[in-house]
């Protein structure tokens, strides 16, 4: 799983070609100290300083090619003291459940336009009754578990679509074995993307602040400075109780074997 313990950020300044000051900055992380974090974020800063004071092309990182910077909040460890998840606040504010091995499968629903809106409203008018997008997805996992009868999948219903869980068998999120079993229960495609380059599969714990009353918060891990801190363990605080009477997912489906892998039923 690529979800570093240290992150910090680096800053160097130089001029334009007409004197203008020009500041650089740059996060990076590290497994091992903060200290190094911050070396590490402070070299890359200067090196990007160079490379624009040279005329170089500056191109920006996204989320698939480097760590998301997510604070730390939980683990889970096995017997053996393997990590087989960790929990981390998003940029959001919301808990993310990142697991190892436990295949998470996201799965959105298409939103309607206005035109299908519109159909819709007008066959509700003549007595037909709309096929529901859920069960057409359903029907379709209760397919894929068909051709695959040795494995277990938990299905729940989320706010926007499906999440699936399966259950006793584990998986490298990395390999293409593991993506094209995603991609054969639709799942999102970006969802997939991230799971390879993050090394984890992921699933949301609470909800995002704005389907529970919530303001957003206030700043972004790690918050640099102690008022900054301060603030977003109150903005937490808030959250927390508004969330509490939200859940995320409900459980609507089991197919195939009911027994449960270990490291799985831990997560």
Same mark, same amino acid.
């Given at each position: 799983?690529?979800?570093?313990?240290?992150?910090?950020?680096?800053?160097?300044?130089?001029q334009d070609g007409e004197g203008n000051k020009v500041a650089f900055r740059s996060w990076r992380w590290s497994d091992t100290s903060l200290?190094?974090?911050?070396?590490?974020?402070?070299?890359?800063?200067?090196?990007?300083?160079?490379?624009?004071?040279?005329?170089?092309?500056?191109?920006?990182?996204?989320?698939?090619?480097?760590?998301?910077?997510?604070?730390?909040?939980?683990?889970?460890?096995?017997?053996?003291?393997?990590?087989?998840?960790?929990?981390?606040?998003?940029?959001?504010?919301?808990?993310?459940?990142?697991?190892?091995?436990? !295949?998470?499968?996201?799965?959105?629903?298409?939103?309607?336009?206005?035109?299908?809106?519109?159909?819709?409203?007008?066959?509700?008018?003549?007595?037909?009754?709309?096929?529901?997008?859920?069960?057409?997805?359903?029907?379709?996992?209760?397919?894929?578990?068909?051709?695959?009868?040795?494995?277990?999948?938990?299905?729940?219903?989320?706010?926007?679509?499906?999440?699936?869980?399966?259950?006793?068998?584990?998986?490298?999120?990395?390999?293409?074995?593991?993506?094209?079993? !995603?991609?054969?229960?639709?799942?999102?495609?970006?969802?997939?993307?991230?799971?390879?380059?993050?090394?984890?599969?992921?699933?949301?714990?609470?909800?995002?602040?704005?389907?529970?009353?919530?303001?957003?918060?206030?700043?972004?891990?790690?918050?640099?400075?102690?008022?900054?801190?301060?603030?977003?363990?109150?903005?937490?605080?808030?959250?927390?109780?508004?969330?509490?009477?939200?859940?995320?997912?409900?459980?609507?489906?089991?197919?195939?074997?009911?027994?449960?892998?270990?490291?799985?039923?831990?997560?």
């Amino acid at each position: 799983m690529r979800i570093p313990k240290y992150w910090a950020k680096g800053e160097y300044s130089t001029q334009d070609g007409e004197g203008n000051k020009v500041a650089f900055r740059s996060w990076r992380w590290s497994d091992t100290s903060l200290e190094e974090a911050q070396q590490l974020a402070s070299d890359k800063a200067r090196e990007i300083a160079l490379k624009f004071q040279n005329g170089e092309k500056l191109n920006r990182y996204t989320y698939d090619r480097n760590p998301i910077r997510e604070e730390v909040v939980d683990a889970i460890k096995n017997g053996s003291g393997n990590e087989l998840g960790i929990v981390t606040r998003n940029t959001y504010g919301a808990l993310v459940l990142n697991a190892a091995n436990a !295949m998470f499968i996201d799965i959105d629903f298409p939103e309607k336009n206005a035109g299908q809106a519109i159909a819709a409203s007008i066959g509700k008018l003549f007595g037909n009754k709309p096929v529901a997008v859920e069960q057409t997805y359903l029907q379709n996992i209760e397919q894929w578990s068909q051709r695959n009868p040795s494995l277990g999948l938990r299905v729940y219903r989320t706010f926007g679509g499906l999440r699936c869980l399966i259950t006793n068998e584990v998986f490298d999120p990395t390999q293409e074995s593991s993506l094209a079993v !995603m991609r054969s229960l639709q799942s999102d495609p970006l969802y997939i993307l991230l799971c390879k380059q993050q090394a984890s599969f992921r699933a949301r714990l609470t909800p995002k602040p704005w389907r529970c009353g919530a303001d957003n918060p206030p700043s972004r891990y790690p918050r640099e400075d102690i008022r900054k801190e301060q603030r977003y363990r109150e903005w937490e605080q808030a959250y927390n109780q508004s969330a509490a009477d939200y859940t995320v997912c409900r459980l609507v489906k089991e197919f195939g074997p009911a027994e449960t892998h270990p490291d799985v039923e831990l997560v």
